[in-house]
């Protein structure tokens, strides 16, 4: 199983980002997925899951803020991020729950 991160990068309060997950080994159609995110000196959060039917859990956070989707075509998990704050900062973390990805980099600031 491989997960691959994209999307990640510096913007400004308020602005958005979309993260990508190119899952191979794994269809994202029969499991479920999840972004997780770290920031420094924390520890690993959810942000938010989709289940194989495409039920979705979004962290109380980010919710209203973030959804996550997933589009089978592409064997692909998507978060989408709006409003962002500097306290998002972090790295987010692709995973299907026994494999993660390698994270991708996300900086809020001004």
């Known amino acids: 199983v491989q997960l691959v991160e994209s999307g990640g990068g510096l913007v400004q309060p308020g602005g958005s980002l979309r993260l990508s997950c190119a899952a191979s080994g794994i ?3 029969t499991s ?3 972004w997780y995110r ?3 000196g924390k520890e690993r959060e959810l942000v938010a899951s989709i289940s194989a ?3 979705t859990n979004t962290a109380g956070s980010v919710k209203g803020r973030f959804i996550i ?3 089978i075509t592409t064997n692909s998990v998507y978060l989408i991020m709006n409003s962002l704050k500097p306290e998002d900062t972090a790295v987010y973390y692709c995973t299907s729950f026994t494999s993660w990805g390698q994270g ?3 900086t ?3």
Request: charge should be positive.
């Open 38 to 40: 770290q920031a420094p």
């Open 69 to 71: 989707s997933k589009l």
């Open 32 to 34: 479920a997925m999840a």
């Open 27 to 29: 269809s994202v159609r």
């Open 53 to 55: 039917s495409g039920g």
């Open 104 to 106: 991708t980099q996300v």
């Open 108 to 110: 809020v600031s001004s």
